[in-house]
């Protein structure tokens, strides 16, 4: 098995089924950033949201 690294989807919980993964980011912090962003639009725009962070591993293969 080779390395792994965390990678970090922001998820849309409201529209569910229509596109769940909006974005992946490589730190937690940049996916918190997004997410504050996405929110400011949001609320300009006047549309519902309901955002959450996942996290999951990917192997780290330079080579691919």
């Known amino acids: 098995m080779g390395e792994y690294k965390n990678i970090h ?4 919980n409201y ?3 229509a596109f769940p993964v909006i974005a992946v980011c490589k730190t ?8 504050e962003e996405k929110i400011k ?3 300009k725009v006047g549309n ?8 999951f591993e990917i192997e780290n293969d330079p080579e691919v």
């Open 48 to 55: 519902c949201y309901d955002y959450d962070i996942a996290d």
């Open 9 to 12: 989807a922001v998820i849309d």
């Open 28 to 35: 937690y912090k940049a996916a918190e950033e997004y997410i």
């Open 41 to 43: 639009h949001d609320r």
């Open 15 to 17: 529209h569910e089924g």
